[in-house]
């Protein structure tokens, strides 16, 4: 034992007084679509996600495909408009948003509290439901008759001029957004209610922490969507006048409500990524996180003030100069406790004692992609560069490093270093590294043109451009395919695992969380015995894992 | 094979964000060698099975952490700061700039300049005079957007807005629409044609305008009926309209508003939102009868009841 195990158990887990997991508990398909299970519903939602994400996938390869010649010669314009809007709605509401909150949110929070399940089980599988029937209405959508108002729905192009299915897009929006808001609710109950004895606000995991975050934004941004469709909707079918000028409304309000929520809902697809961060981060390096409660207040700053920046969407829309000011400024106030983050995650690696196993080649490639991406945040938040940028491919390929270099690459570190306890099997690490590396490489070549394309001009949404925006494009095409192997990989070798992978102990990354304390996979009320936990989180010791990598030539203990 | 990485800089605001730029791509790279120098360090020095010390140290963690907050909140509010001067110039058009007007429709942008001269698609405009363009759209949102002047402007059905430039080099260059407004977003560009001052008024002359927009605006004026009250009338009193432009007209409500382009805009299409002291709410509104570019022609023949219009300084000036 060279790590200090923040629990008591009284007597050593022994295989054989948990005889079944989770998944062999019952394995009739009615026992996965009515589970309870916190577990069952993360894998539930695993799956959901995948398809969701696989069609949007496939979208965006339509769309790169498009544009590697300046000319629209492919698709027609209304094919190109709807497949982005495909592209950006079910990335954003039905795999960016539940990604690592309700698959691997709802996979270890209780385990990482040492709770038997969440606050409201049946609630649980309700998200999973009201998340799917909306996702279904969306598909539909999109593939009988197809949407082409962008995912952002501007009026009154949505409400009045549109011929698409706007109406069951914004439906299905809506219904899943009610599976957001109750996963919301059911974590910040649990983390408040269900905590083991011992497990203080302060000896919490700080992926606890990031997802407490998210839960607050997710249960007070996803209403204002909600209510922001609704009003679109009914202006689309009743013709009441709320946005449509021509029906004395305003078109602007429009953009205020929506980015109200929609620049918390960034937080929803980056505070998570930054949990998992800090888990991977710790443990792979053999060290406590450098200043946990800056790291965890931080979580708890860039959730509140991700409320108050919503303005700098609107740069140009012709909002108040005023408005445009004072936006810019808390944009950047908003970027600070973002980049303590990185500092401390930094700091982290000081003096420890470093495996570059690929849950850890995700996170370092968090660090590169986020922290670019965060760069050029500051970019945007100047507001007299915004101007030039603004619905540029500049702005494509700053959102892109957010929410793909950083919330992606965190949940597949995340689903690396779950896989595990999840399925109790390994996943083949020299594969694992090599698609990390994939993927960093096709990703930075993907969208890294794409900066010089938006300060050379070239608008996004745009079916055809101008030739000179070429050479970019084509780069940009070239990484995507790229970035196609490095997703599929993991998908073919994660499958593999499955049957073939060596089977995992409990606790193969010896790291100190609670979910690593119960068996792989673990017993379907998570603990045989209720942890006890005696002291803070990351327990980890640099000098020992030296130690014992010594020891062991081979070092495979930590992968 | 070309591999630009600027587009034309044909405008001083274009050389203000291209300095800002350079700023903040200085900045990044002192991030990047601050925060990505000790991570490769660390990750060389304190790899597993790599001979380093170890033992765990008590750093100053208040210290470190006040110091790595303060020192960006300093650089950001600077950024911020710099930011905003160069948006104060870009958002507020100077006095003395010649008028065009710009109307958006899906997917075209229609230009009409003050002499009558119209083109779609293009803008002529002399180089080194500062040009603010009004833009109005007919239908959806539409946005604007000249990348050589580092400039763009959203397009919003129901108000106008403004958008100014002083081109400085000769040259055609591109403009886009640049926010999302339905089937044929993409092909809604056309192109900025930069001329020398005498160039410009050779083609507005073989442009062979007929009347200009504030002569149109006259016509328009008496065929919806504006005449008819406004004009002299002893049976319904409504406020006369000369020299109205660019004063101040007090309210009913005991307000005061400037007689701009939004609000001669509001007074015809919503009559019934600002009503001068004095008046009664009699006239109907014109909300679905008048186009967008009726509108702006109304607008320019009201204008020019006023003395002080920019656009006779300018004829006056020639």
């Not at chain 1, 505070?271 to 961060?277: H, N, S």
């Not at chain 1, 860039?302 to 808390?330: D, N, R």
């Not at chain 1, 080649?361 to 603004?390: K, N, S």
């Amino acid at each position: 034992m060279n790590t200090a195990m923040p629990i008591e158990s009284p007597e050593p887990l022994r295989e054989e007084r948990v005889p079944k997991n989770y998944i062999t508990e019952s394995r009739t398909l009615k026992s996965w679509l009515f589970t309870t299970d916190h577990k069952r519903i993360g894998i539930l939602y695993l799956f959901s996600i995948l398809f969701y994400f696989i069609i949007a996938a496939i979208a965006a390869a339509l769309m790169r495909m498009e544009l590697i010649t300046p000319a629209g010669d492919m698709v027609t314009s209304e094919t190109y408009n709807k497949l982005f809007t495909i592209h950006g709605t079910l990335m954003v509401w039905f795999f960016l948003i539940p990604s690592i909150p309700a698959v691997l949110g709802n996979f270890v929070l209780p385990m990482m509290l040492g709770a038997r399940d969440v606050a409201f089980p049946k609630l649980n599988l309700l998200s999973w439901y009201l998340f799917n029937a909306g996702g279904l209405l969306a598909v539909y959508a999109v593939t009988f008759g197809g949407v082409d108002t962008g995912w952002t729905f501007y009026t009154p192009y949505s409400s009045t001029f549109s011929n698409s299915h706007v109406v069951e897009m914004a439906a299905g929006v809506f219904v899943a957004g009610f599976g957001t808001i109750l996963t919301g609710l059911n974590f910040i109950i649990t983390t408040h209610k269900l905590r083991a004895p011992g497990m203080r606000w302060f000896r919490m995991p700080l992926f606890v922490w990031s997802l407490y975050s998210t839960s607050v934004i997710m249960i007070l941004a996803t209403p204002v969507l909600a209510m922001t469709l609704a009003l679109m909707s009914i202006e689309r079918i009743w013709g009441v006048g709320i946005f449509d000028p021509r029906l004395g409304g305003d078109p602007i309000l429009f953009q205020h409500l929506f980015w109200f929520y929609s620049h918390p809902a960034v937080y929803i697809m980056i505070l998570p990524g930054m949990g998992v961060m800090s888990e991977l981060v710790t443990c792979f390096s053999r060290k406590p996180i450098f200043g946990y409660h800056f790291v965890a207040f931080a979580s708890v700053a860039i959730a509140i003030m991700g409320f108050l920046v919503w303005g700098h969407h609107m740069f140009t829309s012709g909002q108040s100069i005023y408005a445009g000011l004072v936006f810019s400024f808390l944009s950047y106030m908003v970027a600070v406790p973002s980049a303590i983050k990185v500092f401390n995650w930094t700091m982290t690696l000081y003096r420890g004692s470093i495996s570059f196993a690929t849950p850890m080649l995700y996170a370092l490639g968090f660090m590169g992609l986020f922290t670019i991406g965060g760069l050029t945040g500051l970019y945007l938040a100047a507001v007299g560069f915004d101007v030039h940028v603004q619905d540029t491919y500049f702005i494509v390929a700053h959102f892109h490093y957010i929410m793909v270099g950083g919330m992606v690459t965190a949940f597949m570190g995340g689903l690396h270093y779950w896989w595990p306890k999840i399925t109790g099997r390994m996943y083949p690490e020299k594969l694992g590294q090599l698609a990390a590396l994939i993927m960093y490489l096709g990703f930075n070549l993907t969208f890294f043109p794409q900066f010089i394309l938006g300060y050379l001009g070239m608008p996004r949404r745009y079916h055809a451009y101008a030739p000179e925006f070429q050479i970019y494009n084509v780069m940009s095409s070239a990484g995507a395919s790229i970035l196609g192997v490095g997703y599929l990989l993991p998908l073919l070798y994660f499958l593999w695992s499955l049957k073939y992978g060596k089977k995992a102990p409990a606790n193969p990354w010896k790291a100190t969380g609670l979910e690593w304390q119960t068996p792989s996979p673990p017993p379907k009320h998570n603990f045989v015995e209720t942890p006890v936990v005696t002291g803070p989180p990351y327990q980890y010791s640099a000098e020992a894992a030296e130690a014992e990598f010594t020891a062991n030539e081979k070092g495979e203990a930590y992968g | 094979m070309k591999f630009p990485v600027f587009p034309p800089e044909a405008s001083e605001v274009a050389r203000h964000t291209d300095h800002l730029l350079f700023a903040l791509l200085t900045i990044s790279a002192i991030t990047m060698v601050v925060v990505f120098g000790p991570m490769i360090y660390f990750l060389f020095k304190y790899r597993r099975g790599n001979k380093a010390d170890r033992t765990p140290v008590e750093l100053p963690e208040m210290k470190i952490e006040i110091t790595w907050t303060v020192i960006p909140t300093i650089v950001f509010v600077g950024l911020f700061a710099w930011g905003a001067r160069v948006y104060w110039r870009i958002e507020r058009p100077p006095a003395d700039a010649m008028e065009i007007n710009v109307v958006g429709k899906q997917w075209m942008w229609k230009i009409e300049h003050p002499e009558g001269n119209r083109e779609i698609d293009e803008l002529h405009v002399p180089v080194g005079r500062n040009i603010k363009l009004t833009l109005a759209s007919q239908d959806v949102i539409h946005s604007f957007f000249l990348p050589a002047f580092r400039v763009k402007q959203d397009v919003v059905p129901g108000r106008y807005t403004t958008l100014w430039f002083r081109a400085d080099k000769i040259g055609t260059y591109h403009l886009f629409c640049s926010e999302y407004c339905g089937t044929h977003h993409s092909a809604m560009t056309g192109s900025v044609i930069v001329m020398p001052p005498e160039a410009y008024e050779q083609w507005l002359k073989q442009g062979a305008p007929g009347p200009s927009m504030a002569q149109e605006g006259e016509k328009l004026f008496r065929e919806y009926g504006c005449s008819g009250c406004h004009v002299n009338s002893t049976i319904v009193h409504a406020p006369p309209l000369n020299g109205l432009f660019g004063r101040t007209v007090p309210l009913q409500t005991g307000k005061f508003v400037t007689a701009d382009e939004a609000y001669l805009r509001d007074s015809i299409l919503i009559p019934s939102k600002d009503i001068v002291a004095g008046y009664t709410n009699d006239m109907p509104s014109f909300q679905g009868h008048v186009s967008e570019e009726d509108l702006l022609k109304l607008i320019a023949y009201i204008r020019s009841l006023s003395d002080t219009t920019p656009q006779q300084e300018g004829a006056e000036a020639k």
